[in-house]
């Protein structure tokens, strides 16, 4: 087996522990793979051991790879997990199963038009800054609830979670708990959050989604 295969084996056994101390349903937490800046020889033995969630964080090489890697495994799901500028939506929609990162309006009003226009329905994470840290994408805990007002209702946009990347000098639990509230009350289901480094407090505290990279792929470089 590749050292991919192994780690990723490994990976989802720490998450079918998890799920099981912590009294979750096994099924409840899906493994995003994040293969940005893996090559597709990369990633395919994790497609081939029945790995089938990836993220990616950017649109040209996301474009580049999976288009081949969907050829042969039609069912994969390719999750967006980076910073996604408005100008590049249209493209946004045509690849992506699922968006992590919608955190403006001028991105909600150009993901709208693309999906009127293509039919295709992205799962939409809306992301939250939870620790406020200006250079980080997302939005503030004091505007979410108007923000996600604003994605159904001008926008008639289906959020389906709430997605955050914790400040890297923090505890993350405080994090996630607060994202879980913020889901709580809206009545969103999912929960994108958790890393590498971290999972596990993630899915102590209701993660639907953990990102996973370097834990599985080994450090980029
Ligand atoms: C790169 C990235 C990850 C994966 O990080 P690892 O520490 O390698 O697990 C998860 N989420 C986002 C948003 C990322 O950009």
């Known amino acids: 087996m590749s050292d991919t295969v192994t780690r990723l084996a490994a990976t989802q056994a720490e998450i079918a522990r998890m799920t099981r101390d912590f009294e979750r349903e096994p099924d409840s937490v899906t493994l995003i793979a994040v293969s940005k800046t ?29 288009p081949g890697l969907r050829e042969r495994f039609p069912d994969a799901q390719v999750h967006m997990i980076g910073p996604l500028q408005s100008n590049k939506a249209r493209e946004a929609v045509e690849l992506f199963d699922a968006i992590h990162s919608l955190d403006r309006e001028s991105l909600a009003k150009e993901l709208a038009r693309e999906i009127a226009r293509t039919g295709r329905a992205p799962t939409l994470f809306v992301q939250v800054n939870t620790g406020d840290e200006p250079q980080k994408g997302g939005v503030s805990p004091a505007e979410i609830d108007a923000f996600l007002e604003l994605c159904r ?26 994202l ?25 505290l209701g993660a639907t989604h953990v990102r996973v990279g370097s834990a599985i792929f080994g450090a980029r470089s």
Request: aromatic fraction near 6%; include cysteine.
């Open 153 to 178: 209702v001008r926008h008639g946009l289906v959020i389906d979670g709430l997605m955050c990347i914790p400040p890297a000098d923090q505890p993350p639990s405080p994090h996630f708990a607060l």
């Open 38 to 66: 893996m090559p597709a020889e990369v990633i395919l033995p994790a497609l081939e051991a029945g790995q089938r969630a990836f993220g990616e964080n950017y649109v040209q090489e996301a474009k580049a790879k999976w």
């Open 180 to 204: 879980a509230k913020i889901a709580a009350r809206h009545g969103l289901r999912g929960l994108s959050m958790g890393m590498s480094a971290d999972f596990e407090a993630a899915i102590q």
